[in-house]
């Protein structure tokens, strides 16, 4: 079962059999010789590209989600099919009827494998529907008495000659020991430097996922397997933390009697775990908070909230304030109606009247993904203002997709290495 979950899903090969598969079936069921059938067929096709255009043009301009133009290709060209097998099951044979039915599904898998391709998300069939297919990870207990390097780390390290091309990924349960959340397993990422006989201390990485989403280590080990590759292996020990729990709940990552203590999770559970198991520096300039989009969020509250914990953060696509999708909902059923409380919780009013002036800030978002863009130019100006090392990035046509988190994870090692003491 675990291999059937970690199927490829996407990528070039998938999508030229798949995409071949939907051209045979619309063919077969656009071919008909009659003018009046084309006719009929045409209408059919256009009427319901319309509604799909509409359709996405309201999930993008309405309820603000980044599009990429496959996206829309994708999605357009799916009702279009679907419109095509509506008419198909008039005034037509047996034989035809059944090609209709079962063109169905074959247009929307089609249709759902490009779409995922293109966000760039979900790799595996494990991951399209919510299950982890990672393996527990070995962990060798931290050396409590190991020495601590005085200068940077790139300096002083020397890695072995046996030392991996790669690092490890998988998963360990971190216990809720302090919160009671009930979390996910976490994805853990150790580099190469890490797997060595003698490992050096190393920087933490604590990373948040999107919502709905997985805590899944796949797309900080492949950025980080290529920073460590030209960093003689050194690169920071990830946690891929999960803030939003088993049934895809946007905790607005605060303690809440609704969803759960998630902020005592992630800052106390997690972190003492981490000191427990994983073999770090303890200083706050070697630890990181980041998160991707809801994880975005999450982050940069985390980062302003417990200042002298996390000395650096990674806002990817993040939203400007805890539960910005529905504020009106969250403000009645978080905050039973109470304003003042919900903009008490909101990153840019924390950093008011505030300076944070050794923290390294990185905030990243697509270029064309206009809701993210203007919650990240807020938030990253009112960083600036509060005295953090600021860098803004905008990922060309990134949209809310893969490309803007993979891309913003490079971003943001590229500003941390020289930091967290990995390269010059």
């Known amino acids: 079962m675990n291999d059937l979950l970690k199927v490829e899903i996407s990528g070039p090969v998938v999508m030229t059999i798949a995409g071949a598969i939907g051209v045979g079936f619309f063919l077969l069921l656009f071919l008909r010789p009659s003018a009046r059938w084309a006719l009929t067929a045409i209408t059919a096709i256009v009427v319901a590209a319309l509604l799909g255009w509409l359709t996405v043009w309201i999930v993008e301009d309405v309820f603000h989600v980044g599009l990429t133009p496959r996206v829309w290709f994708w999605a357009i060209s799916c009702f279009a099919a679907l419109g095509l097998t509506a008419v198909s099951f008039r005034h037509s044979p047996r034989w035809r009827k059944v090609v209709a039915a079962v063109s169905i599904p074959v247009f929307v898998v089609v249709a759902a494998l490009g779409i995922n391709t293109e966000f760039g998300l979900n790799k595996t069939l494990g991951s399209a529907l919510g299950i982890s297919t990672e393996d527990a990870i070995q962990l060798a207990k931290p050396d409590p008495d190991a020495s601590i390097p005085a200068g940077p780390l790139w300096q002083s390290w020397k890695p072995p000659a046996n030392l991996h091309a790669k690092g490890e990924a998988g998963t360990q349960i971190i216990p809720a020991t302090a919160s009671g959340f009930d979390a996910r397993p976490a994805g853990i990422y150790l580099p190469p430097a890490a797997l060595t006989a003698n490992p050096p201390k190393l920087p933490l990485f604590v990373l948040m996922m999107g919502q709905p989403g997985l805590p899944d280590p796949q797309y900080v080990s492949a950025a980080l ?162 005295g953090m090392t600021v860098t803004y990035y905008e990922v060309p046509n990134g949209g809310h997709v893969g490309l803007a988190l993979n891309a913003g994870l490079t971003k943001g090692f590229e500003v941390l290495y020289p930091r967290l003491g990995l390269s010059k």
């Open 225 to 386: 397997d290529e920073f460590a590759a030209r960093n003689n292996g050194l690169a920071p020990i990830a946690i891929v933390a999960d803030q939003i729990g088993p049934d895809q709940n946007d905790t607005l990552c605060l303690d809440t009697a609704k969803y759960g203590n998630v902020e005592k999770y992630i800052n106390e559970d997690v972190v003492n775990w981490a000191k427990a198991n994983l073999n770090i520096l303890p200083d706050r300039e070697h630890w990181t908070i980041a998160g991707y989009s809801n994880g975005g969020q999450c982050a940069i509250s985390f980062a302003v909230k417990y200042p002298a914990m996390w000395g650096n953060v990674v806002d990817i696509s993040g939203e400007e304030f805890p539960g910005a999708e529905d504020p009106a909902g969250n403000l009645a059923t978080i905050f039973n109606g109470n304003q003042a409380a919900y903009d008490a919780q909101k990153p840019i009013n924390i950093m008011k009247g505030k300076q944070f002036p050794d923290t390294t800030a990185v905030f990243t978002v697509g270029s064309d993904d206009t809701t993210y863009v203007a919650a990240a130019k807020a938030v990253s100006a009112a960083a600036r203002d509060a």
